[in-house]
């Protein structure tokens, strides 16, 4: 099991950047594959990004694509996301997620076995 914590959200101007982390529990970090998912008011849950145990490939929604970069640091048992050129329609609560099956990217929640509490994105214009 692994718990999950992430931090760096606020508010931002449009146009700008900012880095989510997400620190993991446990000495397994390694064999998680990683994602992060955001869910705004009134929305489904949908992925943004994801990033396979070794950090040898990398999957990005459609909408982030050249704006985000998912990365992750095995020794620190930590991911990062980095969000540049930020939109309002960027806001969002952002989760980081942990799928143990395989080491095979997921674009779905149900393919991750573990969430953290989440953290608030938000973009003005």
């Known amino acids: 099991q692994v718990q999950l914590v992430e931090s760096g959200g606020g508010l931002v101007q449009a146009g700008t950047s900012l880095r989510l982390s997400c620190a993991a529990s446990g000495r397994t970090f390694s064999s998680y594959v990683m994602g992060w998912f955001r869910q705004a008011p009134g929305k489904e849950r949908e992925f943004v990004a994801a990033?396979?145990?070794?950090?040898?490939?990398?999957k990005y929604a459609d909408s982030v694509k050249g704006r985000f970069t998912i990365s992750r640091i095995n020794a620190k048992n930590t991911v990062y996301l980095q969000m540049n050129s930020l939109k309002p329609e960027d806001t969002a609560v952002y989760y980081c997620a942990a799928r143990s099956i395989c080491n095979t990217i997921a674009t779905t929640a149900g393919g991750y076995d573990y969430w953290g509490q989440g953290t608030q994105v938000t973009v003005s214009s």
């Open positions: 990033i396979t145990r070794s950090g040898s490939i990398t």
